[in-house]
């Protein structure tokens, strides 16, 4: 799928990395109060060192992937291309791995 498909194309991106292993984070890089200045409708993850766990809020990213509309959604190391729809403009993250410091970079369009 191509970004602009089916959206006017207005891309926004942040990126951050983990400042306290084993507590969730909002992504962003400048201590934003917000990933994107704006909602967004897609995501694309290019990149992430370390497997993460990531959520659209505080609350989705502590609770376990059930299958339900707002789990949180787990990245193995090394993801890059992935493309999840969104509805918002917070990504939150939490390392999957006890110790681990993981970065994370996203791009996200309306």
Do not use: C
């Not at 207005?10 to 909002?26: E, F, K, S, Y």
């Not at 897609?42 to 707002?70: E, M, N, P, R, Y």
């Amino acid at each position: 799928m191509k970004m602009t498909d089916i959206s006017g194309g207005d891309l926004r991106a942040n990126n951050d990395t983990i400042g306290a292993t084993n507590v969730a984070q909002l992504v962003a890089a400048g201590a934003e109060t917000s990933t994107f200045a704006g909602m967004v409708r897609f995501i694309l993850v290019t990149s992430v060192t370390h497997a993460v766990w990531i959520a659209k809020d505080a609350t989705a990213i502590a609770a376990a992937a059930g299958g339900a509309i707002s789990d949180r959604v787990y990245l193995p190391a090394g993801s890059t291309g992935i493309v999840l729809p969104w509805s918002g403009d917070d990504v939150w993250f939490v390392n999957a791995t006890a110790g681990e410091s993981p970065s994370i970079y996203v791009v996200g369009w309306y």
